[in-house]
């Protein structure tokens, strides 16, 4: 199961990427009293990267050749 | 009719149509339809997780730390990407060894250690009880509210309380619920279907409240977003809040947060009982892991808004944050929005309640009152079933009295936030033992022992305790001067350590004291035997044939009566009777009561009563019918080090077997082509000798009458001559089409292969046949397409072919009278060349045989000799020859109407 045990590793490196997008310091960065389109900066660089972050499990997560079920 | 009727019956309602709904699932998964089989189902499900803390108690915490409430969903999003990855093992895991807890699994981990367990169950329950207090406090505090406050706003204030104590009837309308859907069978492996049903109900309910208030506040209270959040930006207090400035202990926290919160979406008691006991089917995670993040992303959206909007609109102050979502609605003018949102409060905190309950009462009978009850009254004989079946329900009600008594006694002194994230930090004490037991096998019972015993004495000290002082049940100096007033014990300065807030000092000190402590033990530990096989099951829970080394744990005698007596005791006579007729079945036995049961009976029998009562008890109770000697370490690892290395072995052996069949075929056919080749050759080399030999015999016989007849006359002198050099010819053309045919069949003739035309070729052949024509006085007519057919093939073969069908026709033809065609004919599958001529014909059995080897036809012979005129080889080289172009040659005949010899080739051989 090559493929089964490439998702694995995908996963594991987008959990890593996802820990480090939401910490010090980059998050530092958008710690800022600005607005992004109406919104606070911070508050829209968290919503952006929430939703990007399921996009993405749920990308790596489709179903491929081969699945069960 | 007051507010103070209508809101408590609505709620009795709303708890009625759970009621429903988890009845109706019951009933349709008795039928076999089950609903939980189901990914959505599964994902609604894990949305226990969000509480009323999520519900009410983040737009409390957003109001006074902005973006401080969201490590608490950042962090199971970011768990839900290693779901796949752990939970799927756990499942497994789990699924394998019947485990229903958290307790048994840490327990089952380590040897299926009974002590274990007790320590995992006492910590859950000293660590997550104040979570269900919160739940329903939350529950009476919000009910207050929202009579309070619609009474206010509609002007009809009533007179006192006349319901006294709203949470206490809640406790027990859910205790109510937990007893029924969630003690049903006593297998706890069995799915709670109905409850499980109903908890994704909630979980739609309160998402869908949360999003109206959302919405109605954002978009209705004020001008969308934009607007919201501009007006928050003008105010220089809120302004704070959209930046890392508000949030308490800062980056710091904000990482244990969101580490800690990542832990407990795995390994909270109600979130383990949803994602593992609960799962039906390990697929549905691949779903569940994007949609669960999804369903918090949408929960989260407006806590912030609402936060904001609270505080615009109650600037004056005096309003709980935590109040906000149900007063919001009541301002703007809409009570029955406001009462949804109470529902969706309700929903979220009964929930929790419910699966919490639930998955501790399994653990408390299981790890905490079933060993004792066990140990002491270990010799009474009767059916057990009924009576652990009551334990749990009583322990659920002692459970839910005990949440009712926390809530009583913390009163108001906290706010909903920092009781859930003490429990948070409980229940991450138990990750390093889980999370490293389940890759190292190393981890031995002493350590996870010591590693719970250490993080959890830390949690006490720097947590619970200090929370203790907090709200003035241990005197204030405990905090600012320590315990005894030892200062480097201080709880929220540890050994001096000042740099954190309390939770990141808290959950620094504690999971390194746990870990540490785990790891070194365990890099120093000896493990038993039943600790060391548990370890392997675990580690290598997907590997085929690791498994299985449970059944070396017995040893013993146990008669397959008293085994079934055993298990009958917890699980019921009916049921024990079927479980062991299905293995019987499967495993095609056919055992007498009286006979010794195998191990893996043994086994199977220990197995299924973990499911009812936990590994631990399962052990000891197996064990107190099993008499003899349990296995010694070295023993049992003797045996598991045979049976991998035989494994191992064996795997090798069929593999070399197959590897050996196969080759034994190939050689088998290789064997069986020499062989036909070999006979080949020895027909070969007698038809050639034979063949050789009669132009031999004839030469030496002319020549002997030539040497003994000195006076022949000169006619017959000739004539004789002109036999031997003939037949001298034949012998010489012989030697070199044997020679021909030898090194095309194999295959060392070498072909040149070049674009050539085919007219060409035929003109060529019939220029140097024209002479044997002429001798015969044989006609010949040649018909071709005037302009070239180029094909790929070797020109001199080709010729060489073309050359002997036409000696052929003229040899066959009779003199005169003999006339011969050649056609050159293009079809669709190629190009070729016929050679017709009117000679005698080929009998129908011959129009194979000509093309063999030293065929030839009766005919053909030269009537003035009486020698045969060709080699018999003639043809065969043609056919090779006309194959080794992809092409096929064939004769047409009848006899008496002449021979129409063709043949046919690709334009392009290949290589």
Partial sequence: MPMMKRRKERLVVLAVLGVLAINYPLIALFSQERMVLGVPMLWFYLFVFWLGFVVSIALIMRRQHGDKG | MSWQWIVPLMSIAYLGLLFAVAYHADRQAARGRSLVNNPTIYTLSIAVYCTSWTYYGSVGRAAETGIGFLPIFLGPTIMAALWWQLLTKIIAISKANHITSIADFIASRFGKSPVLGGMVTLF????????????????????DVLVHHLDDFLDMRGSSNPWGDTALYVAMILALFSILFGTRHLDASERHEGMVTAIAFESIVKL?????????????????????????????????????????????????????????????????????????????????????PLYLLAFNLFVLPIALAGRLLFSGGGMDPDTFVLILPIQGNQVWLALFVYLGGLSAATSMVIVEVIAMSTMVSNDLVLPLLLRFRAAFREDLSGIILTIRRGIIIALMLLGYLYFRLIGESHTLVSIGIISFAAVAQFAPAILIGIYWQGVSRRAAMGGLMAGFIVWSHTLLFASFAKSGWIAGSFLTHGPWGIAWLKPQALFGLSLFDPLTHSVFWSLLANIGTLVLISLFDRQTAVEQIQALNFVNVFEKGARGGNEYLWSGFVSVSELKKLLSRFVGPAQAELDFANYMQHRLLNLEEHAQAPAHLVAFAEKRLTGAIGSASARVMVSSVVTGEELDLHGVMRILDETSQVIEYSQRLELKSRQLEAATCKLQEVNERLQELDRLKDEFISTVSHELRTPLTSIRAFSEILRDNEEMDLGDRRRFTEIIIKEAERLTRLVNQILDLAKIESGKMEWHLERVDLVEIARDAIDATHQLFENKSVRLSFHAPSYPVMLRADRDKIIQVVINLLSNAVKFCEASIGAVEVHLRQVPEGVGIEVVDNGPGIPKDDLEKVFEKFHQVDQARDETMDVPLGTGLGLTICQRIIERHRGRIWVESALGQGATFKFLMPLDPGE
């Fill in chain 2, 124 to 143: 859950v329950v000293i660590g997550v009880l104040p979570y269900i207090a919160l739940q329903l406090k939350a529950v009476a505090v919000s009910l």
């Fill in chain 2, 208 to 292: 869908g409240a949360f999003l109206f208030v959302g919405l109605f506040v954002t978009f209705g209270l004020f001008d969308g977003f934009g607007d919201l959040f501009g007006k928050a930006m003008a105010d220089p207090a809120l302004q704070r809040l959209m930046t890392f400035e508000a949030m308490p202990g800062g980056f710091a926290a904000w990482f244990s947060m969101t580490l800690i919160a990542m832990l407990a979406v795995m390994f909270l008691p109600r979130q383990f009982q949803v994602l593992v006991v609960e799962n039906v089917n390990p697929v549905h995670i691949r779903q569940a892991s994007w949609l669960f």
